[in-house]
Every structure is written in C-alpha cells, then in structure tokens.
C-alpha cells in the first residue's frame, strides 16, 4: 500500500480537531495531525492483516525500552485494535520479513510501521520520519519533550502528529497520550474532502 497525496491535507486538520487535542492529556499537549492519504477505511486492516504492526521507537532519552513503548501503544482506538511489538520481537516472531501467516507467526508487513522519535531534530518531520528519523539531546531546564509519532508506509508518512509531554517523562505521561495518538494517526474516517461544512463528528463524514 502506499500513501496517496492530495493537495487539501493540511486543511482536513483544520476541521474540529484541534481543540479536543490541545485539551487531550493535561500537561502534554498533542498538535493536530497531518494526513497524507484518504484511504482510511482499509489502510490499517491492508498494514496489519493480523493486527500486529511493528513500532520503530528512537528514544535515548526516557529509558523506556522498546518493548515498553510498544505494549503502552498497545489495544488502543477504533478496530480492529493493533498490537504492536519492536522490530527485535518482530524478528523473533518471523525470522523474515512478510512472512506469511501459520498459527504461531502472524503476517507481519514492516514496511508498514509506526515510528516514533523523541525529541526529534528539526528537519525530522513528513517523510523524514519514515526515511531518516534522528533525535537530539534535550536541552538543560527544557519544559516539554517534543515527540514525534508517524504511521509509514515504506519511504513515505501516511499520518503524523507531535505531542509535548512535561518533563521529566515516564510511562504513565506516555500511557495516558496513547489513546489520543492512536486515534487519530489511525481514524476510522476523514472529512469529506470536497465538503468544507463536513465536521468528522458528523455521520457520513
């Protein structure tokens, strides 16, 4: 699957999503998303047939491992609700990459992943996040920790939003951020594009 762009995808965040994310999660503050696709309905059933997607976390500044990024993202938002599991447990799994399904070994697609990068450098953002995401020290007596959170599709940014997070961070501030960035890096449906009166809480939208 790959990402299909279209010239209105910053305006779709304009419409009704900023306000519940800047008011998500108290001290953290999550910025409205961006969209490179309109193909919501099936992208996240097409990228994780089983419902386990790998998550490609560079962090060197919580000490949260892998796995524990992966678990606190975990069975969040609408279905079908994803696992998800670090690259090194992917490979445990499969032993290669989109292996076909047995029992035992779910099908796993890495190319389509999610990746989050902590305190990410500037220029990290868009397709930078899929190609060459990097991340820099924080700076003494820095308030918030900017992270970056992207659904890919190979080389290419499918959705992707920024959340602040109070310093210091820990799991819990993580935890409570997951249900809102997993909803909308994956939502169950988009405005109507050609609609510019279409609110996404409106039925049919």
């Known amino acids: 699957m790959t990402a299909h762009r279209h010239p209105k995808a910053l305006f779709l965040v304009l419409l009704g999503l900023a306000a519940p994310l800047l008011a998500a999660c108290g001290a953290s503050t999550i910025e409205a998303p961006f969209y490179d696709t ?13 419902n386990i997607m790998v998550m490609e976390v560079h962090d060197g500044q919580t000490g949260i491992d892998d796995a524990s990024w992966a678990n606190m993202f975990s069975h969040h938002g609408f279905a079908p609700q994803l696992t998800f599991i670090s690259p090194q447990q992917a490979e445990a799994r499969t032993g290669t990459q989109n292996a076909p399904a047995t029992p035992g070994q779910p099908t796993l697609r890495p190319k389509h992943r999610m990746v989050v990068v902590v305190n990410p450098t500037q220029n990290t953002s868009r397709d930078a996040m899929c190609t060459d995401p990097q991340n820099a020290a924080l700076t003494p007596g820095q308030a918030h920790t900017p992270i970056r959170f992207a659904f890919c599709s190979g080389d290419s940014v499918i959705s992707e939003l920024r959340a602040n997070v109070e310093n210091p961070v820990d799991q819990k501030k993580i935890t409570d951020l997951a249900p809102t960035v997993i909803h909308y890096l994956f939502p ?18």
């Open 38 to 50: 309109t193909d919501v309905a099936g992208f996240k059933r097409y990228a994780a047939p089983s």
């Open 188 to 205: 169950i449906s988009q405005p109507d594009r050609n609609d510019d009166h279409c609110s996404r809480l409106s039925p049919g939208c």
